[in-house]
């Protein structure tokens, strides 16, 4: 069964904000840190933003540090990406995923544990 569930994507101007969210169930939401992805086509997927299983500390790549904010809701076990002053280099399928392990997970995405079907962004 699905386990993760991307929302918020779309078409968006440069400059203009998007949030993403992504639903987890309760036994990942509780067990696992969070984050997300991105592939635009014909590259590579790209590790974007990850937050700890506590919520308390966060990480983000170079090339969205200062424009993107990770973060979650314990009551709603969801897992939010809040994009601001979007460039159009930021197009791409997004996922969200999940490692098992407490702290901030950065790693390969082959050894993330659970992913979602992914939500598109456009940025034009």
């Known amino acids: 069964h699905v386990q993760l569930v991307e929302s918020g994507g779309g078409s968006v101007q440069a400059g203009g904000p998007l949030k993403l969210s992504c639903a987890a169930s309760r036994f990942i939401f509780g067990s696992c840190g969070m984050g997300w992805y991105r592939q635009a086509p014909g590259k590579e997927l790209e590790w974007v933003a990850g937050i700890s299983r506590d919520g308390d500390s966060t990480s983000y790549a170079d090339s969205v540090k200062g424009r993107f904010t990770i973060s979650s809701d314990h009551a709603k076990n969801t897992v939010y990406l809040q994009m601001d002053n979007l460039k159009p280099e930021d197009s791409a399928m997004y996922y969200c995923?999940?490692?098992?392990?407490?702290?901030?997970?950065?790693?390969?995405?082959?050894?993330?544990?659970?992913w979602g079907q992914g939500t598109q962004v456009t940025v034009s």
């Open positions: 995923a999940a490692a098992d392990q407490a702290g901030v997970p950065t790693m390969s995405s082959i050894f993330w544990n659970y």
